[in-house]
């Protein structure tokens, strides 16, 4: 069965960075729209980014918007998500995934396959 395995989670102090990876293992990443969403305890899941494989069109949730950037390397079968500046809000457990239809706001209603990576931290 087809996984994707998530790296790069961690610490970082606010106003850092950070680079997730996620390496798809079994299948290629050519879903309509791959992506992260996150989900903190006491908050609902939110999708951060998206990517639509078809035109390379990206999605980006308010809260992270021109501070989150999607990007994909079809020769390494693996998606990348580099974060900037970031917050204490966007302390969470980070999922990469794959979903059926293109990137919008019902993107994350719709998917096929996700793995969390190790939490980002990012202290108040």
């Known amino acids: 069965q087809g996984q994707l395995v998530e790296s790069g989670g961690g610490l970082v102090q606010p106003g850092g960075s950070l680079r997730l990876s996620c390496a798809a293992s079994?299948?290629?990443?050519?879903?309509?729209?791959i992506g992260w969403f996150r989900q903190t305890p006491g908050k609902e899941r939110e999708g951060t980014s998206c990517?639509?494989?078809?035109?390379?069109?990206?999605y980006y949730a308010d809260s992270v918007k021109g501070r989150f950037t999607i990007s994909r390397d079809n020769a390494k079968n693996t998606m990348y998500l580099e974060m900037n500046s970031l917050k204490s809000e966007d302390k969470a457990v980070y999922y990469c995934?794959?979903?059926?239809?293109?990137?919008?706001?019902?993107?994350?209603?719709?998917?096929?396959?996700w793995g969390p990576g190790p939490p980002v931290t990012v202290p108040s």
């Open positions: 995934a794959t979903g059926h239809v293109k990137c919008g706001l019902d993107w994350f209603k719709y998917l096929a396959k």
């Open positions: 990517l639509t494989t078809a035109d390379g069109s990206t």
């Open positions: 079994g299948f290629a990443l050519d879903y309509y729209g």
